[in-house]
C-alpha cells in the first residue's frame, strides 16, 4: 500500500514538475481540477500527485496513439450529425428518404447486402402462451423477455461477424415489427409494407411508415446508443444489444422515456375545443411544454435552428393531412407552444402524431423503436469488430486518504 509521502507532492515539489512558480500552482488548483489536503498545523497545503503527474502527462502532448485508452465513443463511421444535416455514411438522409427503402438504408448502414432474406428465425416453443401471459405489457417488455428465447433457439446469433450481426440483425428488426403491431411472428415483406397492413391502412400510410423509420434509424451516439456500445464491448449478441437500447430508451431523463407525457399532451390537444388550452395549462404549471423542450439546458442541442428529421418529417405530414382536423389542431397548438417557448416542436412529438394515426394507443413510439433498432446493431456491430475491449475508469471525487 502506498505511504501518504507517495500519494502527496509538497507545493515546491507539485510547482517543479509542472514547470510553473507557486502563484500559478495556485490557480491550478480550481482551474484545472488537482486536489489538495492543508497540513495540520501549518498554512501549508499537499497536492495529490496523481492530479499533478495526470497534468504533466497532457502538457507532454499526452498518451502515444500506441498506449492511449480505447473508448466505445472513440470512432465511427456510422452517422455524421451535424447543426443543419443527418448523414448515414455519407449520404444525406433526406436523399435517402425520397429513394430508398428501409431494408436498402438498414443494409448500407450494415455494409451488408442482402441482410434481410427470405429466411425467417426459428420460432421458440411457447410463443403464443408467453405472448398472451405478456399481453397487458408494454411492446418493450415483451421484446425484453422473448428475445432471449429466440436466441436460443437460433445460434447463429453467436456469430458476431459483420455479416452474423447483419443477419441476425434483421431477425431482431422483423421481429420487434410483428410485436408492435401485434402479430406472433415476423414477416418476410418490406417492414413499412408490413405495418402498415397490419395496421389496416393504405399505401399511402406505407410510405410515412417508410420515411419516418429511414429518419428515425440513427442519431449518432445518444444515451441509448452509447449503452448499446458498451454492451457490445463486452460481446453480447444481437438480441441483447437490442435489449440494452431498449431497457437504456425507457429512462425518463431522454427523449423517448418522455412519450408518456407527449403522448397524453397529444391526446389533450387532439380532444380539447380548443388545441392551444392544453398546451397554455402546461406552460403556466411550470413552462416546460412536452415536445418542445428536448435538451432546453443541455449543452448538448446539436441542432442550431431545429431537427432536420423533424423539418422532413413536417413536410410530409403538411401534404398528407392537410385536411385532417387532428394535424389541423395539432398544428395549432404547435404554433402557441413555438412562440411561448421560442423552440421547434420536437421530432419525437411528429412521430408521435403518427404512432396516433396508426392506433398504436398509449405506444406511438414503438414505431420508431423499429428503426433505432437498425441503428443499434450497426453500432453494436461496430463496437464489437472495430473497437478492442475496453475498461472505463473513474476519475474518484470523493474524500482523500489521511
Not at 13 to 20: F, K, N, P, Y
Not at 250 to 274: F, M, P, Q
Not at 307 to 326: G, H, N, Q
Not at 374 to 392: D, F, K, S, T
Amino acid at each position: 500500500m502506498a505511504n501518504q509521502d507517495e500519494l502527496y507532492l509538497s507545493a515546491e515539489e507539485a510547482a517543479s514538475l509542472l514547470g510553473v512558480n507557486l502563484t500559478t500552482l495556485y490557480a491550478y488548483v480550481g482551474r484545472k481540477n488537482i486536489r489538495s489536503m492543508k497540513v495540520e498545523g501549518s498554512r501549508k497545503r499537499r497536492y495529490w500527485a496523481a492530479d499533478i503527474h495526470r497534468l504533466v502527462k497532457g502538457n507532454r502532448g499526452g498518451d502515444s496513439p500506441s498506449t492511449r485508452r480505447a473508448s466505445p465513443d472513440s470512432n465511427s463511421s456510422l452517422t455524421l450529425l451535424t447543426e443543419d444535416g443527418l448523414y448515414y455514411r455519407g449520404r444525406d438522409v433526406n436523399e435517402l428518404v425520397e429513394q430508398a427503402t428501409v431494408e436498402e438504408v438498414a443494409e448500407m448502414f450494415w455494409q451488408v447486402p442482402g441482410a434481410f432474406g427470405d429466411t425467417l428465425p426459428h420460432m421458440p416453443e411457447g410463443v403464443a402462451p408467453l405472448l398472451e401471459l405478456y399481453a397487458h405489457t408494454t411492446v418493450t417488455e415483451k421484446a425484453i423477455a422473448l428475445f432471449p428465447l429466440v436466441e436460443r433457439e437460433n445460434p447463429k446469433a453467436f456469430d458476431l461477424s459483420p455479416e452474423g450481426y447483419a443477419r441476425t440483425g434483421a431477425d431482431v428488426v422483423r421481429w420487434f415489427a410483428a410485436l408492435v403491431v401485434g402479430a406472433t411472428a415476423p414477416d418476410t415483406r418490406p417492414l413499412h409494407e408490413f405495418i402498415a397492413s397490419s395496421c389496416g391502412v393504405d399505401e399511402r400510410f406505407a410510405d410515412l411508415i417508410r420515411r419516418l423509420l429511414i429518419l428515425c434509424i440513427d442519431h449518432e451516439l445518444d444515451h441509448s446508443t452509447y449503452s448499446v456500445r458498451a454492451a457490445a464491448n463486452t460481446g453480447v449478441t444481437p438480441y441483447y444489444a437490442a435489449i440494452t437500447g431498449l431497457a437504456a430508451a425507457r429512462g425518463r431523463r431522454i427523449a423517448y422515456g418522455r412519450s408518456e407525457a407527449v403522448s397524453r399532451l397529444l391526446s389533450d390537444v387532439c380532444n380539447a375545443k380548443d388545441p392551444a388550452e392544453p398546451i397554455l395549462q402546461y406552460y403556466s404549471q411550470g413552462g416546460d411544454i412536452p415536445g418542445f423542450c428536448a435538451n432546453a439546458h443541455s449543452a448538448h442541442r446539436v441542432h442550431s435552428i431545429a431537427d432536420p428529421r423533424a423539418i422532413s418529417l413536417k413536410r410530409t405530414l403538411d401534404a398528407m393531412f392537410a385536411e385532417d382536423a387532428e394535424y389541423l389542431r395539432l398544428l395549432k397548438a404547435m404554433k402557441v407552444a413555438e412562440e411561448l417557448v421560442q423552440r421547434p416542436a420536437e421530432f419525437i412529438l411528429l412521430v408521435s402524431f403518427v404512432g396516433r394515426k396508426l392506433g398504436l394507443d398509449g405506444q406511438e413510439l414503438t414505431l420508431a423503436a423499429v428503426a433505432r433498432l437498425i441503428g443499434w446493431i450497426a453500432h453494436a456491430c461496430e463496437q464489437y469488430n472495430q473497437q478492442p475491449l475496453v475498461r472505463h475508469r473513474a476519475r474518484y471525487t470523493g474524500a482523500l486518504p489521511g
